[in-house]
């Protein structure tokens, strides 16, 4: 008999969640705040394949399983606000899953073939301890990729490779370190959204200027940066003002210059991280 209480009272009322969708062939389990840490507290969940929505956020769980990859019809992923250092390999070969969340955990890295999802549109990975040094070689291989919310990370730079990403309508960026951005973000020609607030970038790529970044359903936000007066200036009077000058040859020289000139020079300093807590260990 189990002697842990709180472990089976737990289990008795995710173990309902469980029976009750069994019984009326639910295929969407909603399990948000269970106070769950484990998998294991989850009795006969991969068997139950015909699930194609399981959202297990607001938990404590430390370890995904790599039996999840048994749902081969999970077509949305919710593991927002749980305790997650990794993900498990297998996570990238579920052949239907569309929306991943795994933002508000503590991931320090990615899996190898990470970028293997053959249909993912939206991956959430914000609010976690990532950087460009643990990005896996194929991470711009995900062409069904829609929305990338990479924003809360320590980001300094985002590889050229994001160019790749032909598809990608929003690009989060926010709350990072970021000094630069790659001019491949201009060949992303269906980006409608682009955020990059809170971060150390001084300039923008001329070529951010060929996006649709100014219709009425586009955003683009970049307070917070420590951008060089003439950016600055544009800015202040509106997006369009610095889209436009962008565009300018004046404009282009500075570019140049700067990126000639700042690679040498000090970068702006970082912000405080120490208190996130995607950085406190349970």
Same mark, same amino acid.
């Given at each position: 008999m ?5 472990v089976?009272?737990?289990m008795?009322?995710?173990k ?10 639910n295929?969407?389990l ?7 840490s484990?998998?294991?507290e989850?009795?006969?969940l991969?068997n ?6 399981l ?9 995904i399983?790599?039996g ?6 999970l ?5 927002s ?18 929306i991943?969340n ?12 990470f970028g293997?999802f053959?249909?993912?549109e939206?991956?959430?990975?914000? +609010?976690n ?10 991470f711009?291989?995900m062409?069904?990729?829609r929305?990338? +919310?990479l924003?809360d990370?320590d980001f300094e +730079? ?25 001019r491949e ?8 959204e682009?955020?990059?607030q ?11 200027a ?14 917070e ?5 003439? /950016?600055?200036?544009q800015y ?6 610095? /889209?436009?000058y ?8 500075? +570019?140049n210059r ?11 300093p970082k ?6 807590t995607?950085?406190?260990?349970a």
């Amino acid at each position: 008999m189990n002697q842990c209480l709180p472990v089976s009272a737990k289990m008795s009322k995710a173990k309902k969640v469980l029976d009750e969708a069994r019984e009326t062939q639910n295929r969407e389990l909603d399990l948000v705040d269970k106070n769950l840490s484990s998998f294991e507290e989850l009795p006969g969940l991969f068997n139950m394949a015909n699930i194609t929505r399981l959202t297990l956020s607001h938990n404590k769980i430390s370890v995904i399983s790599p039996g999840i990859a048994n749902l081969l019809n999970l077509e949305i992923l919710n593991l927002s606000n749980n305790q997650l250092a990794e993900l498990p390999v297998s996570l990238s070969s579920m052949p239907k899953l569309r929306i991943l969340n795994v933002s508000i955990n503590k991931l320090i890295n990615l899996p190898r073939g990470f970028g293997a999802f053959p249909v993912l549109e939206v991956l959430d990975l914000s +609010y976690n301890n990532l950087n460009e040094q643990v990005l896996p070689g194929n991470f711009f291989g995900m062409e069904t990729l829609r929305a990338l +919310y990479l924003g809360d990370n320590d980001f300094e +730079y985002i590889p050229k490779e994001v160019g790749q990403l032909k598809n990608l309508q929003i690009l989060g960026l926010r709350d990072n370190d970021l000094l630069e951005l790659p001019r491949e973000v201009g060949d992303l020609l269906r980006l409608r959204e682009l955020h990059i607030q809170n971060n150390r970038l001084q300039v923008l790529p001329p070529e951010i200027a060929q996006l649709d970044l100014l219709s009425n359903k586009s955003v683009m936000k970049m307070e917070e940066n420590p951008w060089v007066n003439p /950016i600055a200036e544009q800015y202040l009077l509106g997006i369009s003002h610095v /889209i436009d000058y962008l565009k300018t040859e004046t404009y282009k020289i500075i +570019y140049n210059r700067h990126m000639q000139a700042g690679r040498s020079g000090p970068p702006p300093p970082k912000a405080d991280k120490s208190k996130k807590t995607s950085r406190i260990r349970a």
